[in-house]
């Protein structure tokens, strides 16, 4: 029977990373997601692992870099303006292909913002963030339990494909505590077997070097096509989403993370007042599950995209949706707390056609 307890989504967050195999941590401080590192700096220790607090966030993705490129399951994480300052790095691991897990809990932004929770950072995680063609496989928790379970699944992933991985959380679900179950069984890394491809030196084979580049001509476009490949098998077998009460929806919620929870409330009170309402949430942020909303646009032709950001998550719903259904945006930037009692309004005013001021750009 898997254990249950009491814990706050950042610490849970770290556990589910250990019991995943992760041996290694390197980060640095920042509100609010400063109890991951907290948590692995005296948790690492007793499972064998190291721990280290870095000098800035830079270092931290550079030591990520080397730690992955031996194979070692590693972990580094931050809140907003510190994932922007990794992202030449992650850049660097995306064009290694070395697999790795970044945590990503949102704060209010652009630059310093706030340390309230937010979403802001959707376009940085599904689109690479950093220069050059790569791609990151992304999952977004709405809750403790799955902040829990996600790093298992990212690294089997970061693993199959040779890809980072990150968990997209915001600053509500890091600081939020619920009980937690964990779903998977914790990994022997004693067990775990050396990748072929990590640093070292292998018989018949020489040396086994890692990097992210290749000066000969048109090398680099091999690479980069040879990895596009990867990238369409992921988006072939790696999707994830929840649907709630869709089957007789005249109006979908696409929504994830603090938002999707909020949206749950909100379908509940608008079906209250008659309003058939239901929740599309895509637990893949990258890949985002687009094939599954075209399929759903063919029958629910109203669509709103509920979020924490000033309109990120929508330009994918309308992407998908490609212009076969009716595409609306309930946004609350600036880390601003979205109330299912506003976004039921909402889901009102364009049931009853007067949601003009709810269309998103056509």
């Not at 399951?73 to 992202?87: A, D, E, F, W």
């Not at 809990?105 to 689109?127: C, E, H, K, S």
């Not at 690294?155 to 890809?163: C, P």
Request: proline share 5%.
């Amino acid at each position: 029977m898997a254990d249950k307890k009491l814990m706050k989504g950042n610490e849970a967050l770290a556990e589910g990373a250990l019991r995943a195999g992760c041996r290694f941590f390197a980060g640095y401080p920042i509100t609010p997601q400063n109890e991951v590192p907290e948590y692995m700096s005296w948790r690492l220790p007793q499972v064998g692992g190291a721990f280290v607090q870095a000098e800035s966030e830079v270092s931290a993705i550079n030591m990520i870099y080397g730690a992955a490129a031996t194979g070692v399951r590693c972990m580094t994480s931050s809140s907003s303006p510190g994932i922007s300052l990794k992202q030449e790095g992650i850049s660097y691991c995306a064009g290694a292909d070395l697999p790795l897990l970044i945590g990503n809990v949102m704060r209010g932004g652009p630059g310093l913002g706030n340390i309230a929770g937010a979403q802001g950072d959707y376009w940085q995680a599904t689109r690479g963030g950093g220069h050059g063609d790569y791609r990151v496989f992304v999952m977004a928790p709405n809750g403790v339990n799955e902040m829990a379970n996600f790093p298992n699944k990212c690294f089997e992933v970061a693993y199959k494909y040779r890809i980072p991985s990150m968990i997209l959380a915001d600053g509500i679900i890091g600081q939020m505590m619920e009980p937690v179950e964990f779903n998977t069984p914790e990994v022997d890394t004693k067990s775990l077997k050396e990748p072929d491809w990590a640093l070292g030196i292998s018989k018949g084979r020489g040396k086994r070097i890692v990097k992210s580049y290749d000066l000969r001509e048109g090398y680099l476009e091999k690479m980069v096509l040879a990895r596009v490949e990867r990238y369409k098998q992921i988006e072939q077998n790696e999707v994830l989403y929840e649907e709630r009460q869709l089957e007789d929806a005249d109006i979908a919620i696409v929504a994830y993370g603090t938002s999707a929870r909020v949206a749950s409330a909100a379908i509940k009170i608008a079906r209250e007042k008659g309003v058939r309402a239901g929740l599309f949430r895509p637990i893949t942020l990258w890949p985002f599950p687009k094939v599954r909303l075209a399929e759903l646009s063919k029958r629910v032709k109203k669509f709103v995209a509920v979020e924490m950001s000033l309109g990120q998550l929508v330009e994918d719903v309308q992407l998908s949706i490609n212009g076969k259904a009716e595409v609306y945006l309930h946004a609350k930037p600036g880390a601003s707390v979205i109330t299912a009692e506003e976004v039921a309004k909402t889901l009102e005013k364009i049931a009853k056609k007067e949601a003009k001021e709810y269309a998103a750009v056509k």
